[in-house]
């Protein structure tokens, strides 16, 4: 998953934005550089519109009126793993091999998702792990 993704998440339960991301292994592909020097010549930076994930802006502050973005690092990298994370309704939605689930409830697999936490247990916080929604490793749904 790009990073540049959590300039257009949402919850797909509440509707918040901005979301929180949470990485847990992340690869690089230096062999993209050509194609996004290309791609900023194109499309000048900053790519993100409301929000930067590397930027971490407060919410209501606009990515364009930060200054200098970090859109070439940004794009050479890929979260193969990780979790997103509402703030607001305690939901979480795991990143497997690159592709956020950002499911409902209803279409999601407990059994999957209490595996995907219990694999990553100490790399994820304890608002996913302990009191995530719909389910956690306390208990929780």
Known sequence: MKRR??????????????????VVEEREYPEREEQIRKLLERFKPPLC???????QL?????????????CADCLKREVVTGAI????C???YPIID???????DNLRKKDEDLKFLRRYEDRLPEKI???GKPWSL???G
């Open 85 to 88: 994370y509402c703030p607001n």
């Open 90 to 92: 305690g939901r979480w």
């Open 98 to 104: 690159e592709i956020p689930r950002m499911l409902p």
């Open 5 to 22: 993704f959590m300039d257009i998440a949402a919850c797909p339960i509440c509707k918040h934005f901005p979301l929180e991301l949470y």
């Open 129 to 131: 792990v302990r009191q």
């Open 49 to 55: 519109e409301e929000y930067c994930y590397a930027l």
């Open 138 to 140: 306390g208990g929780g």
């Open 58 to 70: 407060p919410v209501g502050r606009r990515v364009r009126e930060a200054g200098e973005t970090p």
